[in-house]
């Protein structure tokens, strides 16, 4: 609609976050990937099946989101995993996340970037040792800002 409207330029446009924000930013890169020309993807999930037997929230992120374990309905589950959606990426996604989050297992993360990476997707991966999920380190959250405006500097200008 903003598109439509002239208020962006289609060419331009990216999406990040972290968390819940990562996992859309990775649905922009894999499911929407016609829209976005650089995503960010931050601590989020890509692979709802895969999630549930590593996150310290099992319940609240299957039962209170979506009243559905994986288990019960994995067509829907996997349907909404932003890697279900790989053969449509075309994104250039850069990935980080913090070694040691028990929220959003690391390998959330390399699940993603690795499919990009098989794909000939630009892609990055950084894993900030120490962190879980978020970043708390000033030196880590300093390079993170750094690598995000570099991120989008090289694929959205």
């Known amino acids: 609609a903003l598109t439509d409207r002239g208020l962006v ?3 331009r446009v990216g999406a990040a976050g972290w968390s819940y924000g990562g996992y859309f930013s990775g649905l922009a890169a894999t499911r929407y990937s016609e829209r976005f020309k650089a995503a960010v993807f931050c601590a989020g999930l890509s692979n ?5 037997g590593t996150t310290d929230i099992p319940y609240e992120m299957s039962v209170a989101h979506w009243n559905s374990w994986w288990y019960d309905e994995p067509d ?8 279900s959606h790989i ?27 690795t499919a990009l990476k ?19 380190e000033r030196a880590h ?16 200008k």
């Open 76 to 83: 829907l589950h996997w349907e909404r995993s932003p890697i």
């Open 118 to 136: 098989l794909k000939g997707i630009p892609t990055q991966l950084v894993l900030y040792p120490r962190e879980g999920h978020g970043l708390s």
């Open 9 to 11: 330029d289609p060419e």
């Open 141 to 156: 959250q300093l390079d993170y800002m750094n690598r995000v405006f570099e991120w989008f500097d090289r694929y959205l």
């Open 48 to 52: 709802w099946i895969s999630f549930a």
């Open 87 to 113: 053969d449509n990426a075309e994104t250039p996604t850069l990935v980080i996340h913090g070694s040691e989050d028990a929220r959003v297992h690391p390998g959330q993360s390399r699940e993603i970037y």
